[in-house]
């Protein structure tokens, strides 16, 4: 599966638009891009999954761009209860049965909104 | 939220003592998984399913065993368990594979003195 990165953290004021990029550049061509929140003691909460191009819900957008080697999370007029962990997944949407598999949250970007 | 609880919610328990951790869902998903998540390592795959009896490895499956014996029971066991194993354990369900949307449980906190 692919590797990410994403920077450890990173700070913000209320009412101004967020983007974590995530790269991964040996994304193969069957693995869809994830992006999951966590607030401390609760289990990670799925915000977004995209394949390419761009994907908008009620709460963020996903930016890919052609090759797919990166993705940017965007979270529109944060608020201070966004201050959270956010994660990037790369990988097919199927369990590869055998072998086992090692689909990684990795450590996230913690993100710190202020007044 | 989907119907995902984990149990006990807390323990404390001495090295050398087996322990078992217990993930129950409602979802009647076909996937579910066990992750703990430690300071500096974010989330790792411990084990997983993806059907009754159906189990493989993770990242860090030394130690650790699992069982799932009915679609919405799936069993964590540490045989011997360790400081080393001191950790939040989080369960999840999918109705697909690993990158599927997953669905959190809101995990145990094990202590191993």
């Known amino acids: 599966l692919a590797k990410t990165t994403q920077p450890i953290s990173m700070d913000s004021y209320e009412g101004q638009e967020v983007n974590i990029t995530c790269s991964h550049n040996n994304i193969a061509t069957n693995d869809y891009i994830t992006w999951y929140q966590q607030f401390p003691s609760q289990g990670p909460r799925f915000i977004i999954q995209g394949y390419k191009t761009k994907v908008t819900n009620e709460v963020a957008s996903l930016f890919i761009p052609a090759d797919r080697k990166s993705s940017t999370l965007s979270l529109p007029r944060v608020s201070l209860s966004d201050t959270a962990v956010y994660y990037c997944?790369?990988?097919?949407?199927?369990?590869?049965?055998?072998?086992?598999?090692?689909?990684?949250f990795g450590t996230g970007t913690q993100l710190k909104v202020e007044l | 939220d989907a119907g995902i609880t984990q149990s006990p919610r807390h323990k404390v328990t001495e090295t050398g003592t087996p322990v078992t951790l217990r993930c129950h869902q409602t979802e009647n998903h076909r996937y579910m998984y066990w992750y703990r998540q430690d300071p500096g390592h974010g989330l790792r795959l411990i084990h997983y399913?993806?059907?009754?009896?159906?189990?493989d490895k993770g990242e860090v499956s030394d130690g650790y065993s699992v069982s799932r014996s009915k679609t919405e029971d799936f069993l964590l066991t540490l045989e011997s368990a360790t400081s080393s194993q001191t950790s939040v354990y989080f369960c999840?369900?999918?109705?697909?594979?690993?990158?599927?949307?997953?669905?959190f449980g809101p995990g145990t906190r094990l202590t191993v003195t």
């Open positions: 399913s993806y059907g009754v009896k159906d189990t």
């Open positions: 997944l790369v990988g097919d949407l199927y369990i590869l049965t055998g072998g086992g598999n090692k689909l990684t």
């Open positions: 999840a369900i999918s109705e697909s594979g690993l990158n599927y949307e997953q669905y």
